[in-house]
């Protein structure tokens, strides 16, 4: 037997993670390159819904995730700035871990199914993003221009008592998700237009106040009166949903190759999802039973196809959320969300 052609993956998160443990369990040899190190917090709401989950279970992964802590969502409730809805029920489950569990977990187990990793290594991609055998996993880029005004944000406060397994609130100037992780932690992660005034303040303050801005008014006091756990703070700033126009000749995957709005809880499951369908087309290259274009070709068109009609969707719903006026959409859509939500929840996902 022809040895393995071997594979490197530029970048640690979650799609670069699985697509290393997908291809070490079909005994490809492969090494991955992380800018950063483990475990570290990362801006994200850590509930993973949709195909994600079922993903997770596929690759072996589901009880060690629960054994660390993780924790099933099942409810929901959204509060809008002048409307609440009831605690309702999630079509399907989600799953909630901190990232700086969940990404480390996956690194070990990638090294221990005899993946090569390397931290603190940045892959150059002006050198190698076309070269044969590299895949990009590097996640989403933050843009330069303040233009594209938006400002992640999240951080785990204890002692909030949470009115359903997902608090969402739609405030006029962005969004934020409250769930419940490991050891009893909930995180606190949204999406808020960068305001000067707030960008003063100490990081601790920030955070919380971005929070606030979004919530509405009776669960801002339950949240002023939670422990904000300071190691665990993390934002960033200009950030774009815009997907950059990507030829499917590359070999790029997770949000690499297509973002979907924050609010949908569907990126971590999207970045699974593209990592799964990579992991056969690289396995035929390695075995030589295709070249590297015809591979890149295959994994970006079935990517296309799974992702483009979730995506359209999410940008049109994100930008009507995200409008304000005498008819505030957020409240009509909260008010009629108990017959509305099955189907937005199918849309994107
Ligand atoms: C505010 C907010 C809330 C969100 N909430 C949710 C949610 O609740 N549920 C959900 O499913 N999704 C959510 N997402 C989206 C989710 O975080 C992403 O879709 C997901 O992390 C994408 O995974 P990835 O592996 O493609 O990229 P990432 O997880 O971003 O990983 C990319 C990795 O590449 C590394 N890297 C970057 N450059 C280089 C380089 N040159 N060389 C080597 N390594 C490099 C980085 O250090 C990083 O570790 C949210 C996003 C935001 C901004």
Request: hydrophobic content about 40%; overall charge positive.
């Amino acid at each position: 037997m022809k040895p393995f052609k071997p594979i490197t993956i530029a970048g640690g998160g979650i799609g670069g993670l699985s697509l290393g443990i997908g291809l070490r369990q079909r005994s490809v040899d492969v090494q991955l390159h992380e800018a950063g190190a483990y475990p570290r917090h990362r801006v994200c709401g850590e509930f993973i819904s949709g195909k994600g989950w079922q993903i997770i279970q596929s690759l072996g992964l589901e009880k060690a995730l629960l054994d660390a802590g993780a924790v099933e969502a099942r409810t929901f409730k959204c509060y809008g700035p002048d409307r609440i809805s009831q605690v309702l029920p999630l079509p399907s489950p989600a799953l909630c871990l901190s990232r700086f569990r969940m990404d480390a977990y996956m690194a070990d187990e990638f090294v221990k199914l005899g993946g090569k990793l390397f931290t603190q290594k940045s892959a150059d991609p002006s050198m190698r993003d076309q070269a044969e055998g590299w895949v990009w996993a590097k996640g989403r880029q933050p843009a330069s221009s303040r233009k594209y005004g938006w400002i992640g944000f999240k951080c785990h406060v204890t002692a909030y008592p949470l009115q359903a397994d997902l608090e969402m609130h739609f405030g006029n100037d962005g969004y934020v998700g409250l769930c419940r992780v490991e050891h009893d932690k909930i995180n606190v992660c949204g999406l808020k237009r960068m305001d000067e005034k707030l960008e003063t303040l100490t990081p601790q303050k920030r955070c919380t106040q971005w929070a606030l801005a979004s919530m509405h008014e009776s669960r801002k006091r339950d949240l002023q009166e939670s422990t904000v756990l300071e190691e665990t703070i993390c934002y960033t700033a200009g950030l774009s949903y815009r997907n950059q126009a990507t030829s499917s000749a590359k070999a790029w995957i997770g949000d690499q190759r297509t973002r979907i709005p924050p609010f949908t809880g569907n990126g971590m499951s999207m970045a699974l999802e593209s990592a799964q369908i990579a992991v056969e087309p690289i396995h035929a290259y390695a075995t030589g039973n295709l070249t590297w274009p015809i591979a890149c070709q295959k994994m970006g068109l079935m990517m296309r196809k799974q992702f483009r009609a979730r995506v359209a969707f999410a940008n049109l719903f994100q930008h009507i959320l995200m409008t304000d006026g005498p008819l505030n959409p957020k409240n009509v859509l909260i008010k009629h969300l108990p017959w509305i939500y099955p189907h937005l929840y199918r849309w994107t996902r």
